[in-house]
């Protein structure tokens, strides 16, 4: 745990989110925290260094952004439009693997997380296609995810989430994939994380 | 101003399997519909479940050793084509076994009176993605996250 005093205005709380590699022998856990005045998602380290961050902890991080900052956004009066990042609403577990992965250890990485698709990456780690549970499910013997990886455009962390939900609503897509400027994966986004938002909101 | 209900919003007209039907009558229905799985009603109609393909690739377990997670229906839905290499590597044709031993007799339901932000709420607090709707008693649609998703993008 780390705690800093930065001073500084209202103190916010951001979530704590897992992103789940299980291309790897064992799969390899990292905790990312998505910070409002940054725009972009950054490990539980850099926040730490940050001079407007309070306390680390494992799942939830304190800090007092600049009230400029979009943070502003997250405790009171939350509003659709322009103002809330897809970065903000994305779920807090995310499993990634890469297509040389057997089936059956992303269906089970998927049921473990409790998450609806495997964000699958090239060797590089940037975004490829999604693997839905139910295709994982119905190849357990499998021993890659060739021909089940489904491409589908992702959405920038630092972008609005209504655009997000209209292609969510317009292609029938239950979660989109969400990546940074380098295309690498961050998270995914669910019908439910964008409708508990929209709930908030409203 | 008039309140928007789930009613409002749902699909009607769903496909539905009769718990008493036979795993090799199931699964030629899931193949002619192209669909992966089925709400199940019983003789009068009633909702008692819900089954899938992967229900009856996993039929010889029984339905209480099953995981307590909810099933795919209310996840994915059912709607992923079925191929019919998918249904014939089961083997089901002289199977006894009967739908209401695979099925998944879990039901999460709103009412077709549901105000749709009701809806939401039932949706997150159980992280269901989708919900049957019931009127006196019977299912008469089904409503998903998404659908409550496009009265925002309507809006």
Redesign the interface.
């Known amino acids: 745990m780390v705690d800093s005093d930065s001073g500084g205005g209202r103190r916010k709380k951001l979530r704590v989110r897992r992103r789940t590699v299980v291309s790897s022998p064992e799969p390899e856990a990292h905790s990312t925290v998505f910070c409002p005045g940054k725009r972009r998602s950054m490990s539980l380290a850099e926040c730490a260094a940050c001079r407007h961050v309070h306390k680390v902890a494992e799942h939830e991080v304190e800090c007092s952004p600049p009230d400029s900052s979009l943070a502003n956004l997250l405790d009171e009066d939350p509003r ?1 439009g322009g103002d809330v990042l897809t970065g903000e609403t994305m779920g807090l577990q995310a499993v990634c693997a890469r297509v040389e992965t057997p089936a059956g250890v992303v269906a089970r990485a998927l ?1 473990r997380e ?1 998450v ?1 698709a495997a964000i699958i990456v090239d060797e590089w780690g940037r975004y490829v296609g999604l693997v ?4 994982a ?2 190849a357990p013997e499998q021993e890659c995810l060739h021909g089940i990886v489904r491409v589908v455009a992702p959405v920038r962390e630092g972008t609005a989430l ?1 655009p997000a ?2 292609r ?2 317009q292609e ?1 897509a ?1 979660a989109l994939p969400v990546v940074d400027e380098d295309q690498r994966p961050v998270g995914l986004l ?3 994380d ?3 938002w ?2 908030r909101s ?1 | 101003m008039k309140t928007t209900t789930a009613a409002n919003v749902m699909t009607r007209g769903v496909l539905t399997v009769d718990a008493d039907w036979s795993v090799a009558e199931l699964a030629t229905f899931l193949e002619n519909h192209s669909i ?1 799985g089925a709400p199940v009603v019983d003789g009068k109609g009633a909702l008692v479940g819900v089954v899938s ?2 229900d009856i690739a996993r039929g010889s377990t029984l339905a209480a050793s099953r ?1 307590p ?1 909810a099933h ?1 229906f209310y ?3 059912l709607e ?1 084509a079925v191929a019919r290499e ?1 249904t014939a590597r089961f083997r089901v044709d002289d199977s006894p076994t009967t739908v209401r031993q695979i099925m998944t007799p879990m039901i999460f339901s709103v009412d077709a009176t549901a105000p749709v ?1 009701e809806v ?2 039932t ?2 607090r159980g ?1 269901i ?1 989708r919900l049957f709707v019931m009127e006196h008693g019977n299912m008469v649609g089904v409503i ?3 659908d ?3 009265l ?2 309507d809006t």
């Open positions: 659709l049921a409790g609806l839905d549970r139910p295709d499910d119905a209504a939900i209209a969510m609503v029938r239950r669910s019908d439910l964008a409708l508990r929209v709930r409203r | 992966s393909l992967n995981s997670e795919a996840s994915h839905g992923r998918e932000q939401a709420d949706m997150i992280h993605h998903s996250a998404l409550l998703l496009s925002v993008r």
